[in-house]
């Protein structure tokens, strides 16, 4: 294993795609945009990173993501140090700033998809992927109290609910037009003091420490680069914040791409459970909630900061 990893570091372009994969995770196609090269080159060389067990593949669909792996102890022990010297390559400016083109492309196309489909997009979202009823249940999670942030409102469907429980609601999204969408349901059904906030999910408008709890409800399958999301969240959490995540079971609905403006075509809880502890957070819950006949299944996840008591125990169930 030693020998295998040695070897297949030892090109510049293998050193290279490793430092990139340490910011995400791209398909083939990214990468050959990424480094300027040929799709062949880039194959030949994410074949042998992977063989040595350096770099993991996440099939989503018909979509292949690479990422660092974890197959390869002997990697995991020198990657800190690996990380430092991989920051002195001599293309690594130019390769990080390929990385962010290709993460604002991801972003901007969500954006756009939004922006055409906010009238339309309750409607579109329940006919194209259907869920379990869940909602009722990710309610009881919410804290008491306090500030709650809601990342992605969309046309502001949990917004009158959450305002029950919260003492101070401040929802952000990057459309416009869904904003204004959810700014029209409050406005029809007389709700007041609920803060609307144009921002991404990766550069938050809030100082750091200023809420109390985040929720991310069928969000992150659209998010660029979720670890990425997953930080900034931690960072505009207070001690003892709350993070509860409802999103889609892991499926093959590859329409959903397309129709749906789905970067993720649904997570593992394994895979939520890994992000969110590279973020800084602590699981103290889980729960999957089946869906019946055509519906596609929800994962349910609370990550919690210093001193915050487990709110739910994993569980599976099926949708009501």
């Known amino acids: 294993m030693t020998l295998d990893t040695f070897k297949a570091l030892a090109d510049p372009c293998r050193l290279r795609l490793v430092a990139i994969l340490l910011h995400g995770e791209f398909t083939v196609q990214e990468l050959t945009r990424i480094l300027g090269m040929g799709q062949s080159r880039i194959s030949r060389h994410l074949k042998i990173l992977s063989e040595a067990g350096i770099l993991g593949v996440k099939r989503q669909g018909t979509w292949s993501y690479y990422r660092v792996g974890d197959d390869n102890r002997f990697f995991a022990a020198i990657r800190p140090v690996l990380e430092q010297e991989l920051a002195t390559l001599p293309d690594q400016g130019r390769d990080l700033a390929a990385v962010a083109a290709v993460l604002e492309e ?21 006919t194209l992927l259907p869920v379990p009823e869940y909602r009722r249940h990710l309610l009881t999670l919410v804290p008491e109290g306090g500030t709650l942030v809601e990342i992605g409102v969309g046309t502001g469907g949990l917004l009158a609910e959450l305002a029950v429980r919260a003492d101070r609601v401040i ?37 750091d420490g ?20 997953l930080a900034e969240i931690r ?6 914040g709350l993070l509860l995540i409802a999103d889609l079971a892991r499926h093959e609905r590859e329409a959903a791409r397309e129709q749906l403006a789905d970067q993720w075509l649904g997570f593992d809880e394994t895979e939520l459970t890994g992000w969110l502890r590279g973020a800084g957070f602590t699981m103290c819950g889980g729960e999957r909630i089946e869906g019946t006949a055509g519906e596609e299944s929800v994962v349910l996840v609370v990550g919690c900061t210093n001193h915050t008591k487990t709110t739910t125990k994993t569980s599976h169930r099926k949708g009501a």
């Open 210 to 229: 200023s809420a109390g709890s985040v929720l991310l409800n069928m969000v992150l399958h659209h998010a660029a680069d979720p670890p990425a999301v």
């Open 235 to 240: 960072r505009v959490l207070q001690p003892g």
């Open 171 to 207: 929802g952000v999204d990057h459309s416009p037009a869904m904003l204004a969408e959810a700014r029209q349901r409050l406005t029809d059904n007389g709700i007041t003091g609920i803060d609307l906030r144009l921002g991404e999910m990766t550069h938050l408008p809030l100082p």
């Open 106 to 126: 991801r972003r901007q196309r969500s954006r756009e998809f939004f922006d055409r489909h906010a009238r339309q997009w309750d409607d579109l979202a329940r």
